[in-house]
């Protein structure tokens, strides 16, 4: 019996932190739903944010704290303003101080520093005089303060300046891409990494820069296609991590490979190719944005629709699509994330699934994409 209670403890544990909750707003309050459409959390709330690392925060009484996810407070509402949490803790200002906090509200301990950032990927900002660096998780500092700008952390590295030239750090401070460029992309990826030396636009990789023939702009490297976009006298094309034309610039625009096809335009249409330069998908599209995992793609006639890699329309073009649009900023991604990409009508907001059909049959005044606890 104990070990069949353990067992159904572990179930639930794992159950409760492995659910994908959206934040939803109805009747001018806000609760989360679950993937099956129904209320986890029901609305209450007249403020609130995403979940982030198992915790949203909320408002009540003109002051914020955060729930877990089954909307118990986790930490009572007592503070003026709060941000995500992220590698275990959270930027909060109370008393017109802000600390960070982990999931108990205990405050970390960290060293002077002018301003507060947001932890990212295990580490977060610190600035000294007019120089930043980077602290860990532990309050201790990782960097020294020796850079005069560093930009966010994606998959552990950041784009980082000293005067007028660029380079790039991973998460443990270390230089990745020495500071000598005039500009540098900011996605590290196993491909390579876009910038420019003098005049020259080109593919930084094994510790090489790979010029482009001619290029005037690049686009980073999007997943693990091994090409990225560039543009060369007003037209766009591909190349690859030796800074080679695979495709040659022969579109008006480009956007990344991902399911082995690339959106591009002709004239002011839209249709995809393929790796070798073949269109695959006719043009005949007012936009188009790249594949997600599970194969659809938006698509704008007039408004936005989705296909699928033989370009048949799933998800018919009625729906808007512009992140832009949503009550929270700062998320643009677009089309599918995971299972669900959230949409938009005369009706309002609704998440639909790779079959097109509309969750739980219900749209929201506003909706934010699921995220995983």
Known sequence: MKRILTLLSLFFFVLSFGQELALVRENDLFGYINTSGEYAIQPQFEGAKNFSEGYAAVEKDKMWGYIDTKGNWAIEPTYDKVKYFNSGYALVLKDDRWRYIDPTGKELEVPSTEKFFDFEEGVALIRQGDKIGLIGTDGK????????????????????????????????????????????????????????????????????????????????????????????????????????????????????????????AENKEWGFINKEGKIVIDFQYRDAEVFSENGLAPVKDKDWGFIDTSGNLIIPMEYDITAGLAFLAGNNDKGFIGDYARLKSKEGWGFFNAKGELLGNKWYQNAEPFVKN
Not at 141 to 151: F, G, L, N, R, S
Not at 197 to 221: E, L, P, T, Y
């Open 141 to 264: 500092i990782v960097m020294e303060p020796t850079y005069d700008e560093i930009k966010s952390f994606r998959e552990g590295y950041a784009k980082v300046r000293k005067g007028e030239l660029w380079g790039m750090v991973n998460d443990k401070g270390k230089v990745v891409i020495p500071v000598e460029y005039e500009e540098i992309g900011n996605t590290w990826n196993e491909s390579g990494v876009y910038g420019k030396k003098g005049d020259s636009f080109g593919i930084i990789h094994n510790g090489s820069f790979n010029v482009i023939d001619g290029a005037d702009k690049v686009w980073n490297f999007h997943g693990n296609s091994g090409l990225t976009y560039a543009r060369k006298d007003k037209m766009t094309g591909f190349v690859n991590s030796k800074g080679e034309w695979v495709i040659q610039p022969i579109y008006k625009k480009a956007r990344a490979f991902s399911n082995g096809l690339a959106p591009v």
